[in-house]
């Protein structure tokens, strides 16, 4: 059996050491391509393997296509709306993630970047602190978790909003839990924003909720750009100049909000919240686990399309 790791923004060598462990112990073959640029690569390399580790690299129907012996695809991250999964479905391709495996490093970037912006990123002028401040977290999931944790240990004052989670899970963590997202706008300081990209979130943060925030209003965003209006954003910073945003990864129109905002905005040049040699262990070797697991004992667990 052979296993690609095709990762246009690679893992920590240690965590590529790793996964050659565990794939070496089950007696397959490991092939990496990494850094590439080209999709044709991609195309090239996945011709004869029979499942492939990945990050944010697109899987689409044209890679499935080229792919003619693979039986699974292991996102080795969260987030999984890089891989086209009703093609995958249709090429008998298995989906998986490895959820929660990247999770605090994605947490502690919040904090990285939501104390950089309290501090007028570090321009030498007066800033806040996150004591004693709210903070409503859009979405507890593994990383909305983490984050709370954190923000405990701060004395941030926190709420947050999830349909699918329980309101007692919250309440167990130390946590308000909100129903309505606008009430989670307005009555926190800092939001940070942890919802998946589906057909039902796709810019479904816009100038509306964004103007509700109080005074001074921050928003972190490590989800995904595209939870985001950037139009109602920037229409949003317009109304409201006491209003940030920091988010990783840049959005689409990245320069021309740093023209017109200057330090009221972050953006990180590439995906930088999985990027800790520590996630990278972690979700590349579950990631060689799972795979192993499924290709020698037909295991699921983390299957992710029907
Ligand atoms: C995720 O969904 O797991 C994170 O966004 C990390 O993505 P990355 O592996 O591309 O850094």
Not at 4 to 32: C, H, M, N, S, W
Not at 214 to 231: C, F, H, Q, S, Y
């Amino acid at each position: 059996m052979k296993v690609l790791v095709a990762t246009e923004k690679p893992f920590a060598a240690v965590a590529v050491d790793g996964i050659r462990q565990v794939i070496d112990e089950a007696g397959y073959e490991l092939v990496l391509l990494e850094k590439y640029t080209d999709k044709a690569d991609l195309l090239k390399a996945v011709a004869d393997v029979d499942a492939l580790i990945i990050r944010s690299d697109k899987v689409d129907n044209e890679v499935l296509d080229a792919a003619k012996n693979l039986k699974i695809v292991v996102r080795a991250g969260a987030g999984y709306d890089n891989v086209d999964l009703a093609a995958a479905t249709a090429h008998n391709v298995c989906v998986q993630n490895t959820p929660g495996q990247n999770s605090n490093a994605v947490a502690e970037l919040v904090f990285g970047m939501a104390i950089m912006a309290m501090r007028n990123m570090y321009n030498g002028t007066s800033g806040s602190e996150l004591k004693e401040k709210t903070l409503g977290i859009q979405a507890f999931g593994q990383v909305g978790r983490n984050v709370a944790r954190i923000a405990k240990g701060l004395g941030m004052e926190i709420s947050a909003i999830d349909p699918y989670c329980p309101a007692e899970a919250m309440i167990e963590a130390g946590v308000k839990p909100v129903d309505d997202v606008k009430e989670l706008y307005r009555n926190n300081k800092v939001v940070s924003i942890h919802i998946p990209a589906t057909p039902e979130t796709k810019k479904s943060i816009g100038c509306e909720l964004i103007t509700l925030m109080p005074k001074g209003g921050l928003i972190v965003n490590t989800a995904r750009k595209e939870v985001i209006d950037e139009d109602g954003l920037v229409e949003a910073m317009r109304q409201r100049p006491d209003i940030k945003y920091v988010a990783d990864v840049r959005p689409d129109n990245a320069e021309a909000m740093i023209a017109e905002f200057g330090d009221r905005v972050f953006f990180t040049p590439k995906k930088m919240g999985a990027q800790t040699s520590e996630a990278n262990i972690n979700a590349g070797i579950a990631a060689a686990h799972q795979i192993v697991a499924f290709l020698r004992d037909g295991i699921d667990r983390f299957r992710v399309n029907k």
